[in-house]
């Protein structure tokens, strides 16, 4: 952007880090109206901001509580007396000492402000120190920052953590009282008083934040370290509970630990707590077994990675249940019964609504046909792209990879297509996109070079392809119980393809680990995760399936 002539350097802080910065914006002068030499400083900008977000984002949080500003401050404490006192003890060190003892009292408030005393402090360190500039009142902070600013920042870099506003002003009384302190003593000792030690002992232990934090039991750091071991698709309801029991704490009497919620301090109480207002604040909106398996279940898949992690010693989840849930597990769901398919399926085939998007229509159209006939999850199928529609081995299949959005087991598999699905035209109908472009929603994920700094922007992007693709799903779901007659409680609107496909299959004789293989389950055993799963291997079983027949509309 140009303002006046004169490039600037203009860029939308990342969302995670608005709160710690306080702004939502950055904006520099590259002091320059040269369009080329703007060029290359705006990319020097963008480098410089890019590895600031970065260092940020190491920092396990932004706000320390008073423990952690003690043992910054006990840092700084050392390092002065280990650097000032290397000195000589002699007649000017010992005024120096003095006077820098009694700017830090004035300064953090020990010495009352505005009286006579502080009033004399401040009239001896401007006689003694007249190319500086010393404040009176409020101003004392600016004191403080410069006597000890760069042993803080230094005590802060090794601790790995970053601090701005208002949590760097209250760091800088902590730090400025024992930075008085130090001086104190170093005074003490210019007079001829080596008495020991007593402040050191009062400071908690320095501990970096770099290597505490791969334990830490903060929310943010559990969340932090999870997130790369789930799909898109459970980050997403993750963070949904995860939120919604966090909002809930206060209430509970739990209060925020260094700027974050300690997972540490969540009891059996709390979590029992939450659920019960869960029960009240979504009666009309979610089902007990919804509230069961998308709530609680995801909350104490959490707290279970946090223990396995080593962050927390016990799952405080464990054992808290939804009575009128309770048996409701995936056993005792079912798949659609014939005529619920066929019902299905039949109006795949009726005119969509005038207003219904391009892609939402064929959605509709294609989505169950392909779960029918694959077992596949809805939204791996509603993540489709053009490029994932492939011939291999002389077989139409489709390649089912996180590459397109998500994958619950982060893994690519081949599902062969059968002849049933390819004598509709679901091939061809792929056939009609770009290689990128998705069959069922609109948001495209952007070609990036393979290179490492390339790699959140693709996770970002793909995390919104999941997203879209789950909407879409979710809408289906949502079509189909509007069909009529498909309102059982132990049928999914979804996921009722997928228990219908295992039933079928038994029933046509797969075999059992092919059929685990095609649906992207785990395997049963060790040895069974030994070698691949082709098209030659998949294709026979995919063809015992019989033919969907749904009368007239069939083709």
């Not at 608005?18 to 990319?43: F, P, Y």
């Not at 785990?522 to 019989?546: C, D, M, Q």
Request: charged share 30%.
């Amino acid at each position: 952007m140009r303002i006046n002539g004169v490039y600037y350097f203009r860029q939308r802080v990342p969302r995670d880090l608005v709160q710690l910065l306080g702004r939502r914006w950055i904006k520099e002068s590259l002091k320059t109206k040269d369009a080329k030499l703007a060029k290359a400083l705006h990319a020097n900008a963008a480098a410089k901001y890019a590895a600031q977000w970065q260092r940020l984002r190491k920092s396990p949080t932004g706000v320390f509580d008073l423990r952690d500003m003690s043992a910054v401050a006990g840092e700084v404490y050392r390092q002065i007396l280990e650097r000032e006192g290397a000195k000589p003890r002699t007649l000017w060190s010992g005024i120096d000492w003095s006077l820098r003892w009694e700017l830090l009292q004035y300064a953090t408030g020990r010495t009352g402000q505005g009286s006579p005393e502080s009033k004399a402090i401040l009239a001896e360190a401007r006689a003694l120190k007249p190319d500086q500039y010393f404040p009176e009142g409020d101003d004392g902070l600016m004191i403080i920052e410069r006597e000890i600013g760069r042993d803080i920042d230094a005590a802060l870099k090794r601790a790995g953590a970053v601090l701005n506003g208002e949590a760097r002003e209250d760091l800088l009384i902590v730090a400025g009282e024992a930075a008085a302190d130090a001086f104190q003593k170093l005074t003490n000792e210019s007079e001829g008083d080596f008495s020991p030690d007593q402040n050191a002992e009062r400071f908690p232990p320095f501990v970096s934040w770099a290597e505490a934090g791969r334990r830490s039991p903060l929310a943010e750091d559990v969340w932090r370290s999870g997130e790369p071991h789930w799909s898109f698709a459970t980050q997403r309801k993750y963070r949904h509970a995860l939120d919604d029991f966090l909002a809930q704490l206060p209430s509970y009497g739990v209060r925020r630990t260094r700027g974050d919620w300690d997972l540490a301090k969540v009891t059996t109480d709390h979590v029992r707590a939450w659920r019960d207002s869960l029960l009240a604040r979504l009666k009309d909106e979610a089902s007990p077994r919804t509230i069961q398996r998308e709530y609680l279940g995801s909350l104490k898949a959490i707290f279970s990675y946090a223990v396995r992690s080593e962050r927390l010693s016990g799952n405080p989840a464990k054992g808290i249940y939804v009575e009128a849930a309770w048996g409701k597990k995936a056993a005792d769901m079912r798949g659609f019964f014939d005529e619920e398919a066929r019902a299905i399926l039949r109006a795949t085939f009726s005119t969509p609504p005038p207003r219904l998007s391009v892609h939402h229509a064929a959605a509709r159209r294609w989505v169950p046909w392909v779960c029918a006939y694959t077992g596949a999850r809805v939204n791996e199928i509603t993540q489709l792209r053009g490029q994932d529609v492939v011939l291999r081995e002389g077989r139409w299949c489709i390649l089912i990879t996180p590459d397109a959005g998500g994958q619950k087991m982060g893994a690519k598999r081949l599902v062969p297509l059968h002849e049933h699905l390819i004598e509709q035209g679901f091939v061809e109908f792929a056939q009609s996109f770009g290689p990128a472009q998705p069959l069922f929603h609109t948001y495209e994920i952007p070609d990036f070079d393979d290179v490492p700094e390339n790699k959140e922007r693709l996770k970002e992007h793909r995390r919104r392809a999941a997203s879209a693709a789950g909407t879409v799903g979710g809408r289906l779901a949502t079509w189909v119980r509007s069909l009529g007659g498909i309102d059982a409680e132990d049928v999914d609107p979804n996921h009722g393809w997928r228990h219908r496909f295992k039933t079928e299959a038994r029933a046509c004789g797969m075999d059992l680990v092919i059929l685990d293989a095609i649906q992207g389950h785990a395997p049963p055993n060790v040895s069974a995760r030994y070698g691949n799963f082709p098209p030659r291997v998949t294709w026979p079983e995919i063809a015992k399936l019989p033919r969907i027949e749904i009368g007239e509309a069939s083709r």
